[in-house]
Every structure is written in C-alpha cells, then in structure tokens.
C-alpha cells in the first residue's frame, strides 16, 4: 500500500494523538485502557464488579431524594416495584447480553449484527445518541450531586454558599485532565471506594431503621398518611407504578457491567471464541450487584421517607440531593456525616470517570470505523478535550441542578436498557427458545412503556437526546463526506491465480480493464476489448486482464481486499473483488500491484453515463457511479508523488 511522507509532528500533536497508530487494527483497543487481558488472566469477578460499582452504588448520592419527590410517602412501595423491574427484568436481560456480547460491546453490537446498510448505521448512530446522553449525563449528574454534598456540608456551607457551579465545573475539569494525563482503570482504587461507600452506607441505614423502630410514632404517622392520601393497598400499587418510570436511575450500571467483561478473570480453559468461565463470572457480577443495589434502595427510601421532613427533599432544602448524608449529619454527627460527604464525593467523581471510559470504548470503537469520525477520534486525548468541553455545556445547561439532569438521565439508561431487552428477545427467537422469547418481550414491553412514560412526563431528556443523535449524525455525515477520497482498504491479499497473472503481466506493462459485471458471457469481454482498443486508439497486440468490483454493503467503509484470479471462456483473465467501494477497491489493487511488482499500473475505464452531482451521490451512498475520476481521485490522495501513480485512462 502507498505510504505518505509528512513532515514530523509537533510535540503537542504527538502527545494529543499518542497511541493513534494501534488504534482500529484487528483486534485493536480503542479505549483509554490497555488491551484487555487474556480470558484465563483478569481479574477476579467481585473486583471488577467494584468498578461498575462505582457507577451503580453511586447512585444512592441522589437516588433515594428523587423518589422521594417523585413518590412522596408512596417512596418505599414505588422503590420495591422498582427492584422488582430490576430483578425480574433487567437483570435476565443483561445476563443473556453477557452471553451474546462477552467481549464487552454490549447490546448495540448485537443490534448492529442484525441489521446491515445504510438503516443499521443510522440505527446504531441513534443508539450511540442515547448513550452519550447516559455516559455524559452521568458525568455532569454525578459531578453536580458532589458539588452538592460539597456545599451543603455544614463545616463548609457558609464559605461555598452559591459557588456549586464553579465547584461542579472544576470537578468535570479534574476529571478531563486526569483522562489526559493517562487513565488506566485503577480496580484497586474502585475495591476501595465501593467498600468504605457501602460499609458507610451501611451504618447510615442500621441507625436510620433504629431511629424508626425505637420511635414508634413515626410507622404510625406514616402508614395513616399513606391511607388518608390513597386510600387502600391496591390504589397505593397503582400509584406506585404509575411513578415508575420516574425512579429509573436506579437502573443504571448494567450498560457498565457488560462494558467491563473483558476485566473479568474467566477459567484457565477458556478462549476468546468461547470464554465460559468469562460469562459466568460476570452473571456473578451482575447478580450480586442487582441484590446488593436493590436492599440498599429498599431500606434507604424506607428510612428517608419516614424521617426526613418532606420540605427537606424540594429544591433548596437540606435534603435535595443528598438525602442519606442528612442523615447521616442529623443522626451520627457533623464529623461522621463530613467523612460520609467525602466518600460520596469521591465515589460520585469516580462515577463520571468510569462514564468518561464508557464514552471512549464506546464512540471509537464504531465512528471511525464507520468512516464517520476524523482519524484523531480513534485516539484518546482529543476525545476527552471534545466530551468535556460539552459536559461543560451540559452544565451550564442544567445549571449544575441534580433534579433538572434526572430526566435526561433515565431517558439514556431506559432507551439502553430497552434496546437491550430488544436485542435479546430477537436473540431468543433465532435460538428458537419460545419461553425465553415470550418472557423478554414482556420485559421489552415494559421498558418500552417505561421509556415512553418518561419522554412524555420528562421531555427534556429525549430532547437533549436527540440534540446528540442530530449532532452525532450531523458530525458523522459531514466526516464521512470529507473522508469520501480517503483510501480505505485495510489490506490486499491475493490468490495463486491472481498471484500469477500479475507475475505474468510484470514482463511488460501492465493494463487492467474495469469491468461491470453484467451475463459475463463471451461477447461481453470481446465487446469490451474492442470498445477500449478503440476509445484509445491502441493496437491489437495490447494483453488485459479485467478487473471486477461487486459492491458488498456500501455503507461499510474499512474492510481488507480479497483477490480472486479466474480464466474465463479460455481465454480472458479476470480478478474478481468485493468491497463497499468500487474506486476504493480498485486503487487499492493498483498501488499493490504497483509496491508488489515495482511497475506502474495502467486502468481503462468507459465513461459513467449521467450528471456528474448524481453519481457523487451514486458514489457516497452505495459505493458506485463516477468511477473513473474518483479512482483516479482516491490514487491522487494515496500517492502524492505523481511520478508513482498509477495510470487512469478513460474513453
């Protein structure tokens, strides 16, 4: 393949783009991490669940204030409907997603194998869409509900009174800046902090549940509340799950504990192609998450509810936002509740960390190979200047409010978590398991309706939602555009046949015919010889061999190049190719031969009938129309020196 001099890069450039070159090769890591280890290394599957745990459990910083605003008494008994949807549905879903996708690619590479074209491109786009709203949304949510505990802490509210902006803003720029300075996944770091959180947390709920049972009035005022505003059990039920759709953030972290499998120490016996102990582990992870999760939401929204104040939750109050540190400050004290501030603090910043590196596995790993991200989206540094610089807007958009980001929030979590239960429901109809195809359709169905219930109550978070997925397909469009002319066969390969027609051809020059296949019959090739001996006033001695590109899927746009050589009706030499490109395809085949044989190729074309603007598009969209001068455009980029191109004639 052809290679370009350049002069050498700055230091700076060569810093922002450090481990550019490994990026989107087979097999190939494209996130802030190293390559992920063998499946018999790793880490042991507890660890690693401390890291997406970082994520999950970081969300009792809020979770139990924003079910209690949206529930009101009903908090607890909407909560339980809420660990019900967990465990009876999102959990079965994303075990089956660790059994489809154990590499870590999660649900939307299980749809993206479903679909093909222009409509599966378009379709994952909108998916990566919601996924950066969830991924950034965290970071910004997290950084905000810090600053929150940060502010409200009484040691220090005088002095930070009104600066939660500054604060949230500063902790996202720590965060970008730890990213550029290089971050590995620190799992000790995580094990650390989900421990002292949890183990925290912990003492918080015993002294909350004492405090309700030694005082017996509080039940009582409670349970009488609770009738007098609805009456009976079963209109409480109803209530409860009508408020669903509102507590949904206690469902993020499953995307995380699938992104994470290729951390997950699996058996010494496994494989890459099949690594049970892998999928095993990480059912283990998801597992123990969800029922860890689910008795702290259960209890923590039991105990807020009955002793904090309802004014307390509303915006402004002691409570808005961290709920459990005012119980912890109320109950165990101004020095206990500051160390319950600084762990949730932490945990909360490490939340947007462990989104930040769900950001960067998730955009390379499909724009630039998609052609729909510059080269220097592969590489980590100038991706984390780009998403912190628009979690600094979603900041100021939000006004560092943790109320205002929940809808945003749920709406990335309930689309990912919805297209998951899709994904696997068409998964279990093709392994033709009619129970479980039955059973995760009703689970689809329900995060369908959850997912629409909360677009239609909370719109901001589909609108700042499609604020993404426009500006991801806008940006991906206009990529793929500039990248049109850009060489993009990864490797050429070619057959013994193919091998020795261009052995034989490197005696003399070489001429190759572009070819549209049509009924491939004898006249066909005659008739083809003849029109370009003609069109180029050449002598009847001139050898060809025919070149013929079947376009495969034209929305695809890196790929390798296999040749296949073949004689026709005994006579005519014909190498056969197949690729989302036919210009690219042909280059490609030039410039090898060309390096392989150190002669400079010469490829006949017929001219494209119609308007040069349609066949562009013809050319854009589905990998054919205007092909003689985009062939020789694609050769131009490839080889700037002029006197090694090889030769394009058109007739």
């Known amino acids: 393949m052809a290679t370009t001099e350049h002069p050498p890069p700055s230091r700076l450039r060569a810093w922002m783009l450090e481990g550019l070159s ?64 967990t465990l009876a549905g999102a959990l079965p879903v994303y075990r089956r997603v660790a059994a489809e996708s154990p590499h870590g690619e999660g649900s939307i590479a299980m749809l993206e194998r479903l679909l093909s074209f222009w409509q599966g491109k378009l379709f994952v786009l909108t998916l990566l869409g919601f996924a950066a709203t969830d991924f950034l949304i965290t970071i910004t949510l997290s ?14 509210t005088d002095a930070l009174q009104g600066k939660q902006m500054i604060i949230t803003l500063f902790l996202v720029a720590l965060l970008g800046a730890v990213f550029l300075k290089g971050f590995l996944e620190a799992i000790g770091v995580a094990v650390a902090l989900v421990g002292i959180y949890l183990a925290l947390n912990v003492v918080v709920v015993i002294v909350g549940i004492y405090h309700v049972i030694t005082a017996e009035h509080v039940i ?80 923590t929204s039991f105990i807020t509810t009955l002793l904090i104040p309802e004014k307390e939750f509303r915006s402004g109050g002691d409570a808005n936002g961290r709920a459990l540190a005012y119980l912890a400050h109320e109950y165990l004290g101004n020095a206990f509740g500051t160390v319950y501030d600084v762990s949730t603090i932490c945990i909360l910043w490490f939340a947007g960390a462990s989104a930040m590196a769900g950001l960067l596995n998730l955009m390379p790993r499909y724009l630039p190979r998609y052609g729909m991200a510059p080269h220097w989206a592969r590489a980590v540094r100038p991706m984390v200047i780009v998403f912190t610089l628009i979690a600094f807007l979603v900041t100021w958009i939000f006004d560092a409010d943790v ?38 359709g009703v689970i689809s169905a329900v995060f369908l309706y959850t997912t629409v219930v909360n677009v239609i109550e909370r719109p901001d978070g589909v609108k700042i939602g499609a604020c993404f997925i426009v500006g991801i397909i806008l940006v991906s469009l206009l990529s793929r555009l500039a990248r049109a002319f850009e060489l993009r066969v990864t490797s050429v390969s070619l057959d013994p046949m193919a091998e020795r027609f261009i052995r034989d051809m490197a005696s003399r020059k070489m001429r190759f015919i572009a070819n549209e296949p049509d009924r491939r019959d004898k006249a066909e090739y005659r008739d083809k010889i003849e029109q370009i001996r003609a069109d180029n006033d050449m002598p009847e001695q001139e050898d060809f061999v025919f070149v013929e590109v079947t376009v495969t899927d034209p ?28 210009p690219n395809a042909l280059a490609a085949l030039l410039l090898h031969v060309r390096d392989e ?42 080889e700037p020196d002029r006197s090694r191109r090889p030769r394009v004639h058109t007739g």
């Open 220 to 299: 009582t005022d409670w349970t009488s509340a609770l009738t007098t505003e609805h009456g009976n059990v079963f209109v409480m039920i109803g209530v409860a799950l009508i408020v669903f759709p509102k507590l949904a953030l206690g469902l993020s972290g499953f995307e995380t504990g699938v992104a994470v499998m290729p951390h997950v120490q699996g058996d010494p016996g496994d494989t890459e192609e099949r690594p049970t102990g892998r999928i095993r582990d990480t059912r283990k992870l998801l597992t123990t998450a969800a029922l860890i999760m689910s008795c702290f939401l259960i209890a």
């Open 403 to 440: 109320d205002a980001q929940g809808g945003a929030y749920a709406t990335g979590v309930l689309v990912l978590i919805s297209s998951a239960a899709v994904a696997v429901t068409i998964a279990a109809r093709k392994a033709g398991q009619r129970g479980w195809t039955i059973g995760f």
């Open 22 to 85: 490994d990026m989107g090769k087979s097999g190939g890591h494209t996130g802030p991490h190293a390559q992920p280890e063998p499946a018999h290394k790793g880490q042991r599957w507890w660890r690693v669940m401390c890291l997406t745990g970082v994520d999950y459990f970081s969300t009792l910083g809020y979770q139990p204030g924003i079910a209690a605003l949206a529930a009101g008494l009903l908090s607890p008994i909407a909560t339980i409907v809420l660990v019900v949807v």
């Open 143 to 156: 950084a905000a509900d810090a600053s929150t505990h940060l502010v409200e802490n009484p040691h220090l």
């Open 597 to 638: 044989t150190d002669c400079i190729p010469h490829i006949y074309f017929e001219w494209t009938e119609g308007g040069p603007f349609a066949n562009f598009l013809r050319f854009f969209l589905f990998g054919q129309g205007e092909v003689a001068p985009v062939t020789r455009e694609v050769l131009r980029e490839a």
């Open 555 to 582: 929305s695809e746009f890196e790929a390798g190049l296999t040749v296949r050589g073949e004689v026709l009706h005994g006579r005519y030499r014909v190498l056969t190719l197949e690729s989302a490109s036919i």
